[in-house]
């Protein structure tokens, strides 16, 4: 019943419906037709407004064409450009535009507008050329710059960096002719000349890159850098051309390894070692020479300066033309057209956008290797001759040739390090390390196994404790020098990469190896010295000292040795006269060294004495005091630390001090406290047995 009475009100409901979707479609349909035709509207506004911007752009465009006609009439180049910039701004669509091609031609000009642009263009280009270069023939700075910043406005600015980079190289090119023109007055004239070139590029590109940056953008610095790159290459190769023919570089390396080759001369030892007696004004020159005088060595060391000056200034200004170079082609990396041109440039030009192949860095390598040729030859003739005049004056330690000879290695050392050039470095100091060894030490060598021929003379032994003086005082002076030369490398090519610098110091550690040979051999020279001349004199020194001494004595035997003290005073007295020609002789390295060695016989065979003397209570006591007193002299002949030797005859004294034999453990085992032993069980039992008041029997029941 309730169903039937509901339908009514559906239907009503459905009819109510359907009008609401009517209503709605109908909406719709009105709203999308209204946006369709917006849609149309906005699209021919729009197209009214490109079409006014066309007009108006073709309008605009006829006014710069007439305002480049105008301005070239009244010779105004600078409105000119700047109107030819705004033209050739415009689209291509534009230009080249049914529109503008009726548009823009009158009757006074009737080409197309890009025909009229293409000749203006050209035709203007031209007279900024023409112009630019007028400019730089009167050196007019104003008017350089003038024209200069007009190409970029052309679209043309690779023309305006190639006629900049004409005009500053003319102005290299000018100065570089200038400088050769005149004849070689100063010792370093060609060095200089190349300094001068050098710095003439330098200051160019201070002062012109802010110009170039302002008109022509970032990163174009670099298309003149490269030029006046290739144009300071062609200058100083002509520089180091007239360098090499004025000073006869060629015919001088020529003659060097004429004599060089085909085998190395041993240089001659210094002589005969009689020549280092301490006679005033002796010498050993000979009248031969292993290196014949062929050239004045006062004029190959002026060269050699020459050439180190040219190596490092040339390694200084290529340094500086990388930094340069360097920061343009990281400005140019920031712009999509700028790295293109690097692409196109990377077969000539490396990643600094330098050239790959420099022809200054060509000539330079020619000029190392003619200085290694020659700074070979100047050393070894050098030390030849050091080694040749060498002598001896009195009071000194060493002979001449030790100062002499370390000059020259000095002066060698030095010059290869400014050439700010690693492997030269490298190569001198491997010729210098061979002339050391070969040539230098091997002289003393010979000298030293020939100096006893005559027997064990006094002059032979002073001969040869000068000979050892040479070679401890060459260590020190190498040590030295390598650490001075490594100060050198830091402060004078402080330029070169942290890679570099380490290969310097690298190769600088060479000579320790020649260091270390230096020592093999003086540890040698010294051990032979005091094996020959001092050891077989300790042992008899020992024994005359213990002449008529005994130390098993009575109270009043005692007194008597305690006030002679005759042991001490002979050991003292005959030791002095035995080291005293050594103390004044030799170096104190070398005093020192012997001194050890003896103090090492002299404790060894004391020893010995000790081991087979008998001792009593008084004795061991007077045994101890003369230890003591012979100790403390030893200690004072050196500075040395020779106390550690005296320590098994301190342990003796010890021992044959005991009041009794059970003492021993309260030093002993466990309760040894600081005390190190260095007597075996055996050699203290041993020496136990020394003292007559201790039983044997109960030595050996001790327990050790």
């Known amino acids: 019943m309730k169903t039937y009475r509901g339908r009514p009100q559906l239907g ?4 109510e419906s359907k009008s609401l979707v009517k209503i709605i479609s109908d909406t719709s349909g009105l709203a999308e037709s209204i946006s369709v035709k917006v849609r149309q509207l906005d699209l021919e506004q729009s197209r009214v407004q490109l079409a006014i911007k066309h007009v ?27 109107h030819m910039h705004k033209a050739l701004g415009f689209d291509k669509r534009i230009l080249e535009g049914s529109f503008a091609e009726i548009s823009v031609p009158s009757a006074s000009n009737p080409e197309y507008p890009t025909v009229m642009l293409a000749n203006s263009k050209a035709k203007l280009l031209e007279i900024i050329s023409t112009e630019f270069e007028g400019a730089t023939q009167r050196q007019s700075e104003e008017d350089i710059t003038r024209y200069f910043k007009l190409f970029p406005l052309l679209g043309e600015e690779q023309v305006g960096l190639d006629k900049y980079s004409q005009f500053v190289c003319a102005i290299v090119s000018g100065k570089a002719q200038a400088s050769l023109a005149g004849p070689p007055k100063s010792p370093t004239f060609y060095a200089d000349t190349l300094i001068r070139l050098f710095e003439s590029v330098a200051v160019i590109i201070d002062q012109h890159q802010p110009v170039i940056e302002k008109f022509y953008g970032p990163g174009k610095m670099l298309r003149v850098i490269q030029r006046l790159q290739e144009e300071s290459d062609t200058r100083s190769r002509k520089v180091l051309e007239a360098f090499e023919e004025e000073r006869e570089i060629a015919r001088k390396v020529a003659e060097i390894k004429a004599f060089r080759e085909p085998k190395r001369t041993t240089l001659q030892s210094s002589g005969t070692i009689r020549s280092l007696t301490p006679q005033p004004g002796s010498s050993n020159m000979q009248q031969s020479s292993s290196i014949p005088e062929v050239i004045d060595p006062r004029e190959l060391d002026i060269n050699l300066n020459e050439m180190v000056l040219i190596s490092q200034r040339a390694h200084l200004y290529n340094r500086f033309l990388e930094s340069r170079a360097k920061s343009e082609v990281e400005q140019l990396k920031d712009d999509h057209a700028g790295e293109a041109l690097l692409e196109k440039q990377k077969d000539l030009h490396n990643e600094s956008g330098l050239l790959r192949v420099s022809g200054l860095s060509r000539k330079v390598e020619e000029v190392i290797d003619h200085y290694l040729a020659i700074e070979e030859f100047f050393l070894r003739r050098s030390v030849d001759r050091a080694m040749k005049i060498d002598e001896y004056d009195a009071g000194n330690q060493t ?25 030269c470095l490298a190569a001198m100091i491997n010729f210098i390390k061979n002339t050391l060894e070969m040539d230098y030490i091997s002289g003393f060598q010979r000298n030293m196994a020939s100096v006893f021929s005559n027997g064990d003379t006094r002059d032979a032994r002073f001969q040869y404790m000068i000979l050892l003086n040479n070679v401890n ?3 020190d002076y190498l040590e030295k020098l390598t650490v001075e030369i490594e100060q050198e490398c830091v402060s004078t090519i402080a330029s070169l990469s942290e890679h ?3 290969k310097a110091k ?3 550690s060479g000579l320790t190896g020649s260091s270390s040979k230096f020592k093999r051999i003086l540890n040698h020279g010294i051990e032979e010295l005091y094996e020959r001349t001092l050891k077989p004199r300790l042992r008899p020194l020992l024994q005359d000292s213990y002449k008529d001494i005994k130390y098993v004595v009575t109270d009043e035997e005692y007194a008597e040795q305690e006030a002679l003290n005759s042991f001490v005073n002979r050991f003292m007295s005959g030791l002095d006269n035995l080291v005293d020609a050594f103390k004044s002789t030799l170096t104190d390295d070398n005093y020192n060294q012997v001194i050890a060695n003896a103090v090492t016989t002299l404790t060894r065979t004391w020893e010995d004495i000790i081991f087979d003397t008998k001792f009593n209570k008084m004795g061991a006591i007077r045994f101890e005091k003369d230890l003591r007193a012979v100790g403390f002299y030893i200690v004072s002949l050196t500075s040395f630390p020779l ?8 342990q003796m004294a010890m021992l044959l001090d005991l009041e009794e034999l059970e003492d021993l453990y309260e ?7 600081a005390i190190t032993w260095r007597l075996t069980d055996g050699e203290v039992r041993r020496i136990l047995r020394s003292r007559i008041d201790f039983h044997p029997e109960e030595v050996a029941r001790l327990k050790l």
């Open 12 to 15: 009503g409901l459905q009819h």
């Open 399 to 423: 002979s001449s040739c030790v100062d002499d000879v370390f000059y020259i290695l000095k002066k060698t050392i030095s010059r290869a390090v400014y050439t700010s050039n690693v492997d």
């Open 667 to 673: 030093i002993w085992g466990n309760n040894a406290g």
């Open 56 to 82: 108006e752009d073709v309008q605009e465009l006829k006014f710069c064409i007439s305002g480049i006609q105008r301005a070239m009439e009244h010779l105004e180049y600078e409105d000119a450009a700047r």
């Open 500 to 502: 570099s610098l380490a």
């Open 643 to 650: 106390r550690e030797k005296l320590t098994r005859l301190n």
């Open 473 to 475: 005082v060459s260590i």
């Open 506 to 508: 690298v190769v600088l």
